[in-house]
Protein backbone atom coordinates (compact mmCIF):
# COMPACT_ATOMS: atom_id res chain seq x y z
CA UNK A 1 0.00 0.00 0.00
CA UNK A 2 2.74 2.33 0.60
CA UNK A 3 4.16 1.82 -3.11
CA UNK A 4 0.70 2.45 -4.05
CA UNK A 5 0.15 5.94 -2.40
CA UNK A 6 4.24 7.05 -3.27
CA UNK A 7 2.76 6.32 -6.83
CA UNK A 8 -0.53 8.05 -6.51
CA UNK A 9 1.47 11.08 -5.05
CA UNK A 10 3.71 11.12 -7.57
CA UNK A 11 0.92 11.25 -9.96
CA UNK A 12 -0.24 13.96 -8.21
CA UNK A 13 2.54 16.03 -9.09
CA UNK A 14 2.26 15.35 -12.40
CA UNK A 15 -0.77 16.78 -12.85
CA UNK A 16 -1.00 19.85 -15.36
CA UNK A 17 -4.02 21.27 -14.36
CA UNK A 18 -6.23 21.17 -10.83
CA UNK A 19 -9.47 21.93 -11.95
CA UNK A 20 -11.09 18.42 -11.70
CA UNK A 21 -12.69 17.24 -8.60
CA UNK A 22 -10.86 13.83 -9.01
CA UNK A 23 -7.88 12.09 -10.18
CA UNK A 24 -8.80 9.32 -12.76
CA UNK A 25 -7.18 6.20 -12.71
CA UNK A 26 -7.43 2.77 -14.58
CA UNK A 27 -7.14 -0.11 -13.23
CA UNK A 28 -6.62 -3.32 -16.32
CA UNK A 29 -6.15 -6.66 -16.52
CA UNK A 30 -7.54 -10.36 -16.89
CA UNK A 31 -10.48 -10.55 -15.01
CA UNK A 32 -12.04 -12.93 -16.78
CA UNK A 33 -9.95 -15.65 -18.52
CA UNK A 34 -7.44 -18.47 -17.18
CA UNK A 35 -5.61 -15.34 -14.95
CA UNK A 36 -8.45 -14.28 -13.70
CA UNK A 37 -7.62 -15.11 -9.80
CA UNK A 38 -4.24 -13.12 -9.29
CA UNK A 39 -5.55 -10.15 -11.29
CA UNK A 40 -9.16 -9.82 -9.40
CA UNK A 41 -6.58 -9.96 -6.20
CA UNK A 42 -4.70 -7.42 -7.81
CA UNK A 43 -7.51 -4.99 -8.70
CA UNK A 44 -9.36 -5.72 -5.36
CA UNK A 45 -5.90 -4.69 -3.56
CA UNK A 46 -5.88 -1.55 -5.49
CA UNK A 47 -9.81 -0.73 -4.91
CA UNK A 48 -9.27 -1.58 -0.87
CA UNK A 49 -6.21 0.95 -1.52
CA UNK A 50 -7.68 3.47 -3.19
CA UNK A 51 -10.95 3.21 -1.02
CA UNK A 52 -9.04 4.45 2.38
CA UNK A 53 -7.67 6.93 0.33
CA UNK A 54 -11.11 8.49 -0.45
CA UNK A 55 -12.45 8.03 2.80
CA UNK A 56 -9.18 9.69 4.18
CA UNK A 57 -10.85 12.70 1.90
CA UNK A 58 -8.69 11.84 -1.02
CA UNK A 59 -4.93 12.93 -2.49
CA UNK A 60 -3.27 16.19 -1.89
CA UNK A 61 -2.78 17.79 -5.51
CA UNK A 62 -1.37 21.09 -4.17
CA UNK A 63 -3.41 22.96 -2.15
CA UNK A 64 -6.60 21.01 -3.16
CA UNK A 65 -7.72 17.04 -1.86
CA UNK A 66 -8.69 15.00 -4.72
CA UNK A 67 -10.49 11.67 -4.48
CA UNK A 68 -9.83 9.35 -6.90
CA UNK A 69 -11.81 7.74 -9.88
CA UNK A 70 -11.42 4.35 -11.04
CA UNK A 71 -11.56 3.01 -14.36
CA UNK A 72 -11.88 -0.98 -15.32
CA UNK A 73 -11.25 -2.47 -17.99
CA UNK A 74 -10.90 -6.52 -18.07
CA UNK A 75 -8.29 -7.52 -20.89
CA UNK A 76 -9.91 -11.19 -21.07
CA UNK A 77 -6.13 -12.39 -20.49
CA UNK A 78 -5.99 -11.91 -24.25
CA UNK A 79 -3.23 -9.72 -26.48
CA UNK A 80 -5.68 -8.15 -29.00
CA UNK A 81 -8.22 -6.69 -26.13
CA UNK A 82 -5.24 -5.70 -23.95
CA UNK A 83 -4.37 -3.23 -26.78
CA UNK A 84 -7.84 -1.93 -27.57
CA UNK A 85 -7.58 -1.28 -24.01
CA UNK A 86 -4.62 0.35 -24.32
CA UNK A 87 -5.35 2.75 -27.17
CA UNK A 88 -8.75 3.42 -25.68
CA UNK A 89 -7.09 4.50 -22.49
CA UNK A 90 -4.14 6.19 -24.02
CA UNK A 91 -6.93 8.54 -25.82
CA UNK A 92 -8.42 9.77 -22.49
CA UNK A 93 -7.20 13.07 -22.10
CA UNK A 94 -8.16 13.39 -18.12
CA UNK A 95 -6.68 10.04 -17.23
CA UNK A 96 -3.98 10.20 -14.82
CA UNK A 97 -2.61 6.79 -14.64
CA UNK A 98 -2.85 3.17 -15.00
CA UNK A 99 -2.30 0.09 -12.79
CA UNK A 100 -2.10 -3.29 -14.11
CA UNK A 101 -1.46 -3.94 -17.88
CA UNK A 102 0.74 -6.85 -17.61
CA UNK A 103 -0.25 -9.41 -19.14
CA UNK A 104 0.71 -11.46 -22.41
CA UNK A 105 -2.01 -13.58 -23.13
CA UNK A 106 0.09 -17.12 -21.93
Not at 6 to 19: D, E, K, N, Q
Amino acid sequence: MVRLLVSLSMIGLALPAFAADALKLAITGPFTGGQHRWALRCRDGAKLAIGEINAAGGIQVGAVKMRIEVIERDDEAKNERGALIAQELASMPDLSGVIGSVNTGW
